[in-house]
């Protein structure tokens, strides 16, 4: 399929460099915090899907660049992040992160990554996301514009790309796959209800709806690749178009997040 190929080369060039996270050395303004809270959602569950499929030893070359390239940028965002803070209890959340993040990052370097050690891995990831996810709701707070919770829920839906294709590789290992698989089904349903939502915004303009078609597109790869746990478990085909399709999807959520947090009413 010509498209597929096409994608996967997206992928290629997007492991070698991350050139669709389009990132300020510095906290901008308050939407740009937003952004910037709610990309490191979206990391915490990349790292974790990027560790897993090492695991898994699918697409390893990319998923270890992946896993590099993120954990760097979960560092240096994070002190842009705390660093700007506007309130003391944003700066809180941040101090809180940064011990979380520390747990996470020895869990995923200390030692090689092995089915063993996937339980601490999700563990910990887990309160990472929920710190994280926590700071970009403070940030949303204090924008206090309709703008703010549009880059809020974009930024989500690039947090929600790599969420399920990390559960996918955790229900496949297995690693509690009844529970992976009904948190897919939870995050599918928060992803399309979220895609209605930025599709309807009175602030969604021309070129957003147009992304917005691509991203449509993109879920179509991606939706079929996680259907297919159910028929293929981990056979290796499936699992590399589940990484494959995860981040396309997140390069143009990433880039529909960036188009809402331009925008000042």
Known sequence: MNSFLFN??????????????????QVLDINDAINKAGRQRMLSQRMG????????????GSAQVVLDKSMALFDRQLIELKAYAPSADIRDTYVKLEAAWSDYKTA???T???KSGAAAVLQAD????????????????????PEGKLVNVAGRQRMLSQRMAKLYFAATLPIDAPTATAEIDKARAE???AMDLLRNAPEATARIKSELQLADGQWFFFDNALKR?????????????????SENLLSVMDRVTGMYAAIHT
């Open 126 to 145: 887990a309160r990472v996301l929920a710190l994280a996810h926590q700071g970009t709701v403070q940030y949303e707070a204090a924008s206090g514009r």
């Open 108 to 110: 995923l370097i200390g």
């Open 8 to 25: 996967r080369r997206t992928l290629i060039a997007a492991a070698a460099g991350l050139p669709f996270l389009k990132v300020q050395a």
């Open 229 to 245: 746990m159910q028929t293929a478990g981990a056979a290796a085909k499936p699992l590399s178009d589940v990484f494959v399709t």
């Open 191 to 193: 992803f399309l209800s």
């Open 112 to 114: 090689a990554p092995s």
């Open 49 to 60: 899907k990027a560790w897993l499929a090492l695991v898994h030893k699918t697409e390893s």
